[in-house]
């Protein structure tokens, strides 16, 4: 199956500083998703990549669509303190001609911010 | 919008006892995703329904899985017999339908605990 190799595991950082996390894959996508995932609750969306070499911007936060279609990064600019909380990054691919599709999701990037 | 609702939030039973966990999606939402997440394996599909029909059970552990979608507004995932391993937290999700910028919206998920 196709799986995403998401890094770093865990970051620790100061409240001002700019983080940058990174999913790479054996696999092609279709869509590059970015969620974030807070304690009790489930993932929700910060942005979505839908074309090769795409980059978009959500307030502080920048994704990119790699070229090759097997990898993207987020970049948060001036983290603050409610920026805590775990990034994942979600894969999908469609099949069955188009109407069906599938996300694969990494392992997450626990991000910690220190005011 | 009330966003995906699921019932109970948490759930704690005892080996070899049946557990039903409930999902309503977003009105007009066509899709109904289930996923379990945990630490070793994280976010994982269980199985997903496309205008309340199963496409995709590869996911389901096993045979003492099963999830039914009876209408548009209502899905259930039930283990029986529980086991400890199935310890973990449970999200539903829901999407619009299968078109390239649909995305999914999760639910805040059902923390199962098998004692």
């Known amino acids: 199956g196709q799986q995403l190799n998401q890094s770093p595991q865990s970051m620790f950082i100061q409240e001002g500083e700019d983080v940058s996390m990174n999913c790479t894959s054996s696999?092609?996508?279709?869509?590059w998703l970015w969620y974030k995932q807070e304690p009790g609750e489930g993932p929700v969306l910060l942005i979505a990549?839908?074309?090769?070499?795409e980059l978009t911007s959500n307030g502080r936060l920048t994704a990119q669509f790699g070229i090759t279609r097997k990898d993207s990064f987020l970049n948060i600019s001036a983290s603050i303190p409610s920026d805590v909380g775990i990034y994942f990054c979600?894969?999908?691919?469609?099949?069955?001609?188009?109407?069906?599709?599938?996300?694969?999701f990494g392992k997450g990037t626990l991000l910690t911010v220190n005011p | 919008d009330a966003g995906v609702i699921q019932s109970p939030r948490h759930e704690v039973t005892e080996m070899g006892q049946e557990v039903t966990l409930r999902c309503k999606p977003i009105?007009?939402?066509?899709?109904l995703f289930w996923y379990r997440q945990t630490m070793m394996r994280g976010l994982e599909l269980l199985i997903y329904?496309?205008?309340?029909?199963?496409?995709?059970d590869s996911g389901m552990p096993e045979d003492r899985f099963s999830a039914k979608m009876p209408n548009a507004s209502f899905s259930t995932l039930k283990i029986q017999p529980s086991e400890p391993r199935d310890s973990a937290v449970y999200f539903c999700?829901?999407?619009?339908?299968?078109?390239?910028?649909?995305?999914?919206?999760f639910g805040p998920g059902t923390r199962l605990t098998v004692l």
């Open positions: 979600a894969g999908r691919y469609f099949y069955g001609g188009g109407s069906n599709y599938k996300l694969t």
């Open positions: 696999s092609i996508f279709n869509t």
């Open positions: 990549l839908y074309k090769a070499g």
């Open positions: 009105s007009g939402h066509d899709y």
């Open positions: 329904f496309n205008n309340n029909v199963p496409i995709d």
């Open positions: 999700a829901s999407n619009q339908g299968g078109r390239f910028t649909d995305t999914q919206y």
